[in-house]
């Protein structure tokens, strides 16, 4: 008979941390349904390079979540190639600064379906289906959601929606799925082209932070996808938990 191996969707999983949890879980045994929105180069040759450590093992599914229909595709995708889906990792974030007064509602929109929305109706469709595998869900979170930062009201907001949903439906799909979360630190700074609090090249607030930093450094995505890895796979006695993988950061902030 075939080898039977463990499934993992995750989402926003072309590049950064996405893609450092990909090749983790992919290391580690796991099938992988790779989802993005725009990085469709990035996705590809992540794909080639897991495909040839083992053919057959990836499905790439391109999709922004902010189209509410996608999601539930996305998981029937997953079921419809592999017959499984055992793990659900929702990666994808969008991250950008919402000060009091100049925040829009298309703001509001945007970081709440990456950030909130775009989970649960993942996990809702992924439900039936991780039951039936005795699977889990991890969420990522961030160190925000419990600490909030200045002018990123609406992104700090939709984090600790994250948040509660974690520990809600930890409750909700026990005792067959487990659902947890890591809170991430300082891991990657934002690109030169984005719109976080580093995405200027900043190197004052970076080195602010960093004193902040009990541990005096930055994280790094493998780390973060080893955080992953464990909570999926070895930490069978545990829901409802956040990691934070954050050098200590929630001790001083």
């Keep these: ?45 992540l794909a080639a390079e897991l495909e040839t450590a083992r053919a057959g093992s990836v499905l790439l599914l391109q999709a922004d979540l902010a189209e509410f229909d996608r999601l539930p595709e996305l998981v029937a995708l997953t079921v419809g190639r592999f017959g499984r889906l055992d793990a659900l990792v929702n990666n994808a974030s969008t991250f950008e600064p919402t000060p009091i007064g100049d925040t829009t509602p298309a703001q509001w929109q945007r970081l709440f379906a990456s950030n909130a929305h775009a989970p649960f109706f993942l996990a809702q469709a992924a439900a039936p289906h991780l039951r039936h595998a005795g699977g889990a869900i991890v969420n990522l979170t961030d160190l925000y959601a419990e600490r909030p930062l200045r ?30 979360a890591v809170a991430p630190g300082a891991i990657l700074w934002p690109e030169p082209n ?3 609090i ?56």
Excluded at 153 to 176: F, G, N
Excluded at 215 to 241: C, F, I, K, M, N
């Design 1 to 45: 008979m075939p080898e039977t191996r463990s499934v993992a969707l995750v989402t926003g999983a072309a590049r950064r941390i996405g893609a450092a949890i990909v090749r983790r879980l992919h290391a580690a045994g796991h099938d992988i349904a790779l989802h993005y929105r725009g990085s469709a180069d990035a996705a590809q040759t």
């Design 151 to 180: 002018e990123h009201t609406v992104y700090c907001m939709a984090k600790a929606a994250l948040l509660a949903m974690t520990r809600s439906l930890a409750l909700e799909l026990a005792p067959q799925v487990r659902v947890n």
């Design 194 to 196: 984005g719109s976080g």
């Design 198 to 253: 580093s995405g200027d090249g900043c190197s004052a607030k970076q080195a602010q932070m960093l004193e902040r930093t009990p541990l005096g450094r930055t994280g790094t995505p493998e780390e973060v996808a080893e955080a992953v890895r464990w909570l999926l796979v070895d930490a069978r006695y545990s829901t409802g938990q956040v990691l934070h993988l954050d050098g200590g950061r929630m001790l001083s902030v």
